[in-house]
């Protein structure tokens, strides 16, 4: 007991100097031991890296969910050491709702069928999102965590250590300093009046405690400096493992960045399989007097025209005899021509196709043996294959 009520009263006296000159040096009443430009510079790199690694790891932790509440659950798991439970992604729950209005509509509809065909799509891309983002959390969210809950606080409680190092040793100077100019002061103004032969005696004594004061203190400042020194060395050898952090950092970058491109080129191969199939199905929208979407308008078509996505090639959609075929020397049937009006803007694939402007109108008909899906179109002199579900048949 005796040993530890002894260390507490050390421990408060330590903790009143370190205040005290604290605060006499945020007064501006207390000098203070600046450190080196190079050290500097360590440090507000250092904290640069910090502030920007938690910016970037909560934006990441945006991007791959963006649920703040789903956010907050798998923080409360991972600090009470339990496993994150599985999440359905996004994807995947819309197509559960599209196979069930498919089953419940008619799976054998236009419609259902289509609905099943984008539900399994949905499905693929729900789970390269999940592949995605396990990969992504563990090779680049996990080492940004894993620095700042481990190197930072380490160099964080170093740099705290060398702050109490350097208080202590401003709080030694100051106390030294103080000492020598009491010293100084009892050795040239005695304090007592000299006809009293006693108080050279007490001068003289006087003296002789500031004059040991003075020997503790340069003691004292010596041990300080060693120890100032000392933890100096290992917070500078800390923040310049800084460098190897941002190496291990743009690994992690690398791979993040791999990870990424896979996910959306495995998501470009989804949609692109995804749209090759919709091409197969007969177009609902043949023959229909409104197209559902998107709507046309009126005005000029070069101004309000809606332009669908990026098609694949069909040139392996047409049966093998047809990529043969020479439309030019293919003459119109007598009869089975009709009008039709483009509903979408279409850039040909090949020179055996016709490019198509939405609101325009063409001459459509169709050769034995050609796939359904596609007809001929006729626009002036020129002419080629069409995709069906771009046009509304009009007679």
Known sequence: MDFNMKKL??????????AVQFTEEKLGQAE????????????????STKNWTEKILRQTEV???????????????????????SRVTNGELLAQYMA????????????????????????????????????????????????????????????RLLQNRRLDLDACKARLKKAKA??????????????????????????????DEVDKSEQELRVAQTEFDRQAEVTRLLLEGISSTHVNHLRCLHEFVESQTTYYAQCYRHMLDLQKQLGRF?????????????PLSSTSPTTTAATM?????VAGLAPPGEAALCLEEVAP?????????????????????????????????????????????????????VPVTYLELLS
Do not use: C
């Open 100 to 159: 069930e209005a498919a089953s419940e509509l008619g799976p054998s509809t236009p419609y259902g069928k289509t609905l099943i065909k984008v539900a399994e799509a949905e499905k693929r891309l729900g789970a390269a999102e999940r592949d995605f983002i396990h990969t992504a959390s563990i090779n680049f969210l996990t080492p940004l965590r894993n620095f700042l809950e481990g190197d930072w606080k380490t160099i964080t409680k170093e740099r």
């Open 309 to 313: 996505p990026m098609e694949p090639s």
């Open 333 to 385: 049937p007598a009869s089975g021509t009709r009008k039709a009006r483009v509903l979408y803007d279409y850039e040909a694939a090949d020179s055996s196709e016709l490019a198509l402007l939405a609101d325009e109108l063409i001459t459509v008909y169709s050769l034995p043996g050609m796939d359904p899906d596609w007809l001929i179109g006729e626009r002036g002199n020129k002419k080629g294959k």
């Open 182 to 211: 009491a010293e100084a002061k009892a050795t040239t103004v005695p304090d007592f009046q000299e006809t009293r032969p006693r108080n050279y005696i007490l001068s003289a004594s006087a003296s002789a405690l500031w004059n």
């Open 282 to 294: 007969p177009g609902t929208f043949v023959g229909t007097t409104e197209p559902a979407s998107p």
């Open 9 to 18: 009263a050390s421990d408060a006296g330590i903790f009143f100097t370190r």
């Open 32 to 47: 203070r031991t600046e450190l080196d430009a190079h050290f500097e510079n360590l440090l507000a790199r250092a904290d």
């Open 63 to 85: 991007l791959l969910q963006p649920n703040p509440s789903a956010r907050v659950e798998e923080f409360l798991y991972e600090k009470l050491d339990r496993k994150v439970p």
